[in-house]
């Protein structure tokens, strides 16, 4: 079982541009969530997807959107990316309430 | 709006040195509270789910316990390999997904 997977691990982007992750979950999870984790701070929780449907979401402006597809894999798009966006994006997926987590997505914003 | 606060930020030991991590929580009904491991630059590996007052999970040298307003993660004669941040969360009953909202996490650093 390949856990949960999350491209590409690290990423370096400019002021201004969009830019978009992606996470394979684990098989047999139907249920992909994303969080962003600044520096030295607790994940926080941006949306969650369900049946290709945004289930929750987080308090994340318009500029962060995502998709789930009919395999379950999820991408997520910022839009006009700010320096503040730089931090640790987390892929979760979930069956029955327990999620685990892929080994994130390093984005760098300068 | 749910809350998670975790203390103490930061925690250093000596090998061998048992101590407890603290996590206060305010929910809207609990579903389950969650504790991960999550090691530099890598992702939150999962450790324990309670879900009632009263309840204890143990794995190797970590035991966790919750009560209806904290938890607390134990670890025992801790080794340097224990070193990490250790994170706890909370998922909401009402909540229509399975939406985790986290502490800051506790820095541990266990010195040979």
């Known amino acids: 079982d390949a856990g949960v997977t999350q491209s590409p691990t690290h990423l370096i982007k400019t002021r201004g541009q969009q830019v978009t992750l992606r996470c394979s979950p684990k098989?047999?999870?139907?249920?992909v969530s994303w969080y962003q984790q600044a520096l030295g701070q607790g994940p926080q929780f941006i949306f969650q997807y369900y049946e290709e449907e945004e289930r929750q979401r987080g308090n994340f402006p318009d500029r962060f959107s995502g998709h789930q597809f009919p395999n379950y894999s999820s991408e997520l798009n910022v839009n006009a990316l700010l320096l503040g966006d730089s931090a640790l994006y987390l892929c979760a997926s979930s069956l029955q309430g327990w999620s685990f987590f892929g080994q994130g997505t390093r984005l760098t914003v300068v | 709006e749910d809350q998670v606060t975790q203390s103490p930020e930061a925690l250093r030991l000596q090998e061998g040195e048992s101590s407890s991590l603290n996590c206060s929580y305010t929910?809207?009904?609990?579903?389950?509270l969650f504790w991960y491991r999550q090691d530099p630059g890598k992702g939150p590996e999962f450790l324990f789910t309670l879900y009632s007052a009263g309840e204890e999970k143990e794995k190797e040298r970590l035991k966790a316990t919750l009560t209806k307003k904290e938890s607390f993660l134990h670890i025992t004669a801790p080794k340097p390999e224990d070193s990490a941040t250790y994170l706890c969360?909370?998922?909401?009953?009402?909540?229509?997904?399975?939406?985790?909202?986290f502490g800051g996490g506790t820095r541990v650093l266990v010195k040979p």
């Open positions: 098989s047999g999870h139907d249920t």
């Open positions: 969360a909370v998922q909401a009953r009402q909540a229509a997904g399975n939406k985790l909202t």
């Open positions: 929910v809207s009904g609990l579903r389950g």
